[in-house]
């Protein structure tokens, strides 16, 4: 009872504070209608039904994420649900080459792989949900599930707009003049806001947000895959031998032949040569 005669009196001073700074009334009486109105309003709401908005979490380890992803969102379905969100992510956490021939490599990694979903589950089959889920899973890490009371929320966004949609219609029919057209445009868009507001709410009772996470423990993938390095790639030992031997060939008859393009240069040099032993021989006296 208390409750609802300080709703009624904030109602008032709502009505009167709008009054003193941008709207007038013409009479006493219609100042004295309007407050019995909301009275009256006040009291009618306040025997609405509970608005319970409930959300849960789960965090859970499994033993293949892809399948109880598929499970999760069949499950949904069956319920009348719907999967708002759905991400699987794989990480790898190390890997390793191990070299096999000359081409191949065997590439050994260990990756993890984990999965977030979000889904909408209608409100009274939520702890039949939550249940049937946690049997996918190999244990559970944490589950929460939090229930928040919007009565008075929705009770109050009501009266605002009933409030709002009372004072335009008195403003339509010439029972009050307000003052400032700016204020009539706010005053539509609050009562806007104001249902909205309460529709979110009614969707939030109807349906319930579920998070949830699970992973999977590491796995090992073994992949034979081709030898990227140039380096590694030769070709047999006796090949190689018979090419060295060809190469070697060829790089006599190089030589021989550039020897035979400077040879101008190897007869100057055999003459001077010559010349100096003939002088050697004539003009430097033997030691006794």
Same mark, same amino acid.
């Given at each position: ?11 008032? +001073?709502?009505?009167?504070?709008? =009054? ?20 009256? +309003?006040?009291?009618? %709401? ?33 319920? !009348? ?28 990694? @260990? ?20 249940? =049937? ?24 966004? *009501?009266? =605002?707009?009933?409030? *709002? ?6 403003? $339509?029919?010439? $029972? ?8 009539? %445009? ?13 529709? *979110?709410?009614?969707?939030?009772? $109807? ?32 090949? *190689? ?8 060939? @060829? ?15 190897? %007869?100057?040099?055999? !003459? ?8 050697? =021989?004539?003009?430097?006296?033997? $030691?006794?």
């Amino acid at each position: 009872m208390k409750t609802k005669i300080l709703v009624v009196l904030a109602a008032v +001073a709502l009505l009167a504070a709008c =009054k003193g700074k941008n709207y007038e009334y013409a009479n006493t009486d219609k100042r004295a209608s309007a407050a019995d109105t909301v009275g009256i +309003a006040a009291d009618t %709401l306040f025997k609405g039904p509970d608005k319970l908005v409930k959300t849960a979490d789960m965090a859970f380890k499994v033993k293949n994420v892809q399948q109880t992803g598929d499970s999760v969102s069949a499950l949904t379905n069956r319920l !009348g649900g719907m999967v708002m969100h759905h991400q699987m992510r794989s990480e790898v956490v190390n890997s390793q080459d191990i070299r096999v021939s000359d081409d191949s490599v065997l590439h050994v990694s @260990a990756f993890n792989t984990s999965a977030d979903m979000t889904v909408k589950i209608p409100s009274e089959k939520l702890e039949g949900f939550m249940i =049937k889920v946690s049997h996918l899973g190999m244990y559970i890490t944490s589950r929460q599930m939090d229930i928040e009371d919007k009565s008075l929320d929705y009770l109050a966004e *009501r009266m =605002k707009t009933n409030n *709002r949609r009372e004072m335009i219609a008195q403003q $339509k029919s010439g $029972k009050i003049t307000i003052k400032n057209p700016d204020a009539v %445009l706010s005053l539509k868009d609050d009562l806007v806001d104001g249902q909205i507001n309460n529709q *979110r709410i009614d969707a939030a009772v $109807k349906y319930s947000n579920i998070s949830l996470s699970f992973h999977q423990s590491n796995t090992i993938l073994k992949e034979m895959v081709a030898n990227d390095d140039p380096s590694a790639y030769q070709l047999p030992f006796f090949k *190689r031998l018979g090419m060295a031997i060809v190469n070697g060939w @060829a790089m006599f008859t190089e030589f021989i032949i550039g020897l035979v393009n400077v040879w101008v240069f190897l %007869l100057a040099g055999i !003459g001077v040569w010559v010349a100096y032993r003939t002088y050697k =021989k004539r003009y430097v006296p033997l $030691k006794v």
